[in-house]
């Protein structure tokens, strides 16, 4: 008597292996480490992100050449230097999504003033990949609102006034891939929502080439300017008390 195989593929069953993959390459501090710095959207050498890790060059080639071969980080090499990215802005987005799970209440206390003090920066304002997070992050994403030229009713979407509105400051929102024009970033430090996307990464990189933010530090963090104060309030109506 013939005998038959009663197993049946389960829903899901293909992509388990590839899921538990990539969960093995997020569950190493170290590596994790190196993920959230990526975070800044900048090109980091091996030796840069071993000595932020405080591990040995030999223990970061490793990790990165297994995030690398993850598709998680992309490498450029310049001559003998070797840069690492992250891949992609669905990397960025994964990473700062996981990221956002983890209370700030539950993470280790500060163990200094210099700690405390860039924590505070990082929460202020930073770079969450390629666009504007923290308390400035927020404020720009509920002014944008609150003008009416940002919706937040079903999902993130620019209205025509928004649309209208970065044209008009000469800010172009050139669209690549399926990335979407708006798009809403759970903010890890606000656990609130801020504008990411097509339109976040384009008002982040106007921000910083127009002068209105500075990067701060070797981290995320960004300053808002006195120009950025004047243009903030002038096109956006934001208080310099809420940017600082």
């Known amino acids: 008597m013939s005998t ?81 990215r992250l891949a992609d802005a669905q990397v960025a987005q994964l990473v700062e999504d996981l990221a956002a799970q983890v209370s700030p209440a539950a993470a280790e206390r500060p163990r200094g003033l210099r700690e405390s003090s860039a924590g505070s920066a990082m929460a202020r304002g930073r770079t969450c990949y390629d ?45 690549t891939g399926r990335r979407p024009l708006a798009r809403a970033c759970l903010d890890w430090t606000e656990r609130r929502p801020h504008l990411a996307g097509v339109a976040g990464a384009a008002l982040c990189r106007h921000a910083l080439d127009a002068g209105w933010c500075v990067r701060i530090g070797s981290e995320r963090a960004v300053k808002v300017t006195d120009q950025g104060d004047r243009a903030f309030a002038e096109l956006l109506g934001i208080e310099p008390a809420a940017l600082h």
């Open 131 to 175: 666009h504007l997070a923290g308390r400035l992050g927020i404020a720009v994403t509920d002014a944008l609102t609150g003008l009416g030229l940002l919706r937040q009713d079903n999902g993130f979407a620019l209205t025509d006034d928004g649309l209208a509105w970065f044209d008009g400051q000469g800010i172009p929102l050139v669209r």
């Open 4 to 84: 038959r195989n009663t197993h049946r593929a389960r829903p899901g069953s293909a992509q388990a292996p590839g899921l538990a993959a990539l969960a093995g390459l997020i569950a190493d501090e170290t590596r994790a480490a190196f993920l959230l710095v990526l975070l800044d959207g900048r090109a980091w050498t091996a030796g840069e992100l071993a000595r932020y890790a405080g591990v040995a060059a030999s223990t970061a080639s490793e990790h990165l050449g297994k995030l690398v071969a993850g598709g998680l980080l992309a490498e450029e090499r310049q001559g003998r230097h070797r840069y690492v």
